[in-house]
C-alpha cells in the first residue's frame, strides 16, 4: 500500500481543462484513477448542491452508505450534520456538501467495511477536485469538517482544535491561496478575482457520534455553525 500511495499520479490530468459546470466535473471525477483508491471503492463521490450555494460544506472522505448510494453525507454522520444544520438556522437549500477524498477507504473485517483515514498521499492527490469545485463555487462562507478537510484546504499545521468556530478570510487562510484566487467568469477563459468569503473551522459530525459525551459534542457543533450562520445575515 505505502509503494502504491507514495507514487499516486494525482488528480489533474482527470479533470477536463474545458469543464464549465459541476456536472462535467462530476462526469469526469467518475473515470479518475489519481490514487489506488478506486480499484477497492464502489465509485466516486462527488459533491452536490447548488451551484450558487451560499455555504460550502468540505468533509473528509465518503463513508460506507455514501460509497454504495454514489452522495456525499448520506450516512449517519450525514443525519446528523442535517440535523445540526437545522437547528443552528442555516437554510439547507444553501448548501453545497463535498469531501476531501473522493473515494471511500476501508479495511475489510469480514464482511464489513471499516473506515480508515486518507494518508496525505490521497488528500494530495485528490485535492485538485476541490480546487476545480471551488472555481464554480462562490461561497460566502467555507466550513471545514474535520482534520483531513483541514489538511486539504489550510494545511499540515493547522489544528481544528485550536480554532475551530473562528471565522477566517478566504481564500487568504488557504495553505495555498493562489489556487483559488482566481475564478473563471465565462466559457472564452476569462477570469477574475475570487469574491472576498469566510472561513470556519469545527469537528466532523462523525466525531460526535463517537464522542463519549455526544450531547455536549453536538451542542459545541451547533455552536459552530450557529456563527457561521450569523455571518451570513
Not at 495553505?175 to 470556519?200: C, I, N, W
Request: charged letters at 25%.
Amino acid at each position: 500500500m505505502a509503494e502504491q500511495t507514495e507514487t499516486a499520479p494525482g488528480a489533474q490530468r482527470f479533470i477536463p481543462p474545458g469543464a464549465d459546470t459541476l456536472d462535467e466535473l462530476r462526469a469526469a471525477a467518475g473515470g479518475c484513477r489519481g490514487c489506488e483508491l478506486y480499484r477497492d471503492a464502489s465509485q466516486t463521490v462527488f459533491g452536490r448542491g447548488d451551484e450558487r450555494a451560499r455555504v460550502v460544506f468540505v468533509g473528509e472522505q465518503p463513508g460506507d452508505m455514501e460509497d454504495q448510494k454514489g452522495l456525499p453525507f448520506v450516512g449517519p454522520a450525514g443525519r446528523l450534520l442535517r440535523r445540526a444544520v437545522d437547528d443552528a438556522g442555516l437554510d439547507p437549500g444553501h448548501i453545497y456538501l463535498t469531501n476531501a477524498v473522493k473515494h471511500f477507504r476501508f479495511e475489510l473485517r469480514g464482511k464489513r467495511r471499516i473506515h480508515q483515514t486518507p494518508d496525505r498521499v490521497h488528500i494530495t492527490a485528490c485535492r485538485p477536485w476541490l480546487v476545480a469545485e471551488f472555481a464554480r463555487l462562490h461561497p460566502e462562507i467555507v466550513v471545514v469538517l474535520g482534520a483531513t478537510a483541514a489538511k486539504a484546504l489550510l494545511g499540515p499545521n493547522f489544528r481544528v482544535t485550536r480554532q475551530r468556530g473562528e471565522l477566517l478570510p478566504w481564500p487568504a487562510s488557504a495553505q495555498h491561496p493562489e489556487d483559488f484566487q482566481r475564478v473563471p467568469v465565462d466559457s472564452a477563459g476569462k477570469v477574475a478575482d475570487t469574491p472576498p468569503a469566510q472561513l470556519l473551522a469545527t469537528i466532523h459530525p462523525s466525531a460526535v457520534l463517537r464522542a463519549d459525551d455526544q450531547d455536549k459534542a453536538y451542542e459545541g457543533l451547533v455552536a459552530d455553525l450557529t456563527v457561521a450562520a450569523s455571518a451570513l445575515a
